[in-house]
């Protein structure tokens, strides 16, 4: 699944990636034009954003249906996005319910020091209605090995660190986003009764999940023209994960 490639020295910098960039190379980004189908009285329409799309318009967006957003604020410990005012703070602004998202690099650093990482810097959470938890990007190492290195168990122990500090922190159990087939590769944990799924398929349904869920939260389906998603229920059920 992986492709091996030369890992970077010590000390490289943290490069920006987006939230299913990884995905995307390793598994595809389905057929161009594909709508999902989505009940409009069931679902909310929302997009993630990250640097490479800048100063977003954020009135476009809400005229476009859309009602959440995430927003990357931080990568390993070593990164964090410069453009995560104006998304995070326009994203709410214009009346969204808007959360951040942090990309896993666990081959640099412990679960516990990149979710405190990311909780210092933009990943926190407060019961104002408008912020959802915060959320853990685990895909595809963009710098190596499939599962930077780590066997499903160590993979587990870090993604549980990451969460049960990020729980610490803020109260609340981070949102997990990932890959049915890079999840079921790498992790062996069941984490479903406790933080809520984000999947990646980018086709006209959801198919099937990671092993440890029986439904999901929110589905990320398409990367054109940007990443957009649809949470898996009405506007107040939303707003009550919102709330907490």
């Known amino acids: 699944m992986g492709t091996q490639v030369t890992e970077p020295p010590s000390g490289t910098p943290t490069e920006d990636h987006a939230m299913g960039s990884q995905i995307r190379k390793h598994e595809g980004s389905g057929e161009p034009g594909l709508e999902p189908r989505l009940d409009p009285l069931a679902t909310v329409r929302g997009i993630d954003v990250s640097s490479h799309q800048g100063n977003v318009d954020w009135p476009h967006w809400w005229g476009q249906g859309m009602r959440f957003a995430y927003v990357k604020a931080t990568e390993g410990t070593g990164y964090e996005n410069p453009y995560f005012a104006q998304q995070y703070n326009g994203s709410y602004n214009i009346g969204m319910i808007r959360g951040a998202y942090h990309f896993a690099l666990p081959d640099r650093s412990s679960g516990a020091a990149q979710a405190n990482y990311f909780v210092d810097n933009g990943g926190g959470w407060s019961r104002d209605g408008k912020t959802l938890p915060g959320a853990l990007d685990m895909e595809y ?4 090995s499939t599962c930077y290195g780590l066997n499903q168990s160590q993979m587990t122990a870090w993604i549980k660190s990451f969460s049960d500090t990020y729980h610490a922190r803020t109260g609340r159990w981070p949102v997990i986003y990932t890959s049915t087939s890079w999840w079921n590769q790498c992790v062996n944990a069941d984490f479903g009764d406790t933080n809520p799924l984000w999947v990646a398929r980018y086709a006209d349904s959801v198919g099937p999940l990671p092993v ?3 439904f999901h939260t929110f589905w ?10 649809s949470f898996n229920g009405a506007y107040d059920r939303l707003q009550a994960l919102a709330n907490g």
């Open 141 to 144: 190492n963009p710098y190596g």
């Open 212 to 214: 440890g869920w029986g």
């Open 220 to 229: 990320q389906y398409t990367s054109s023209p940007l990443d957009q998603n």
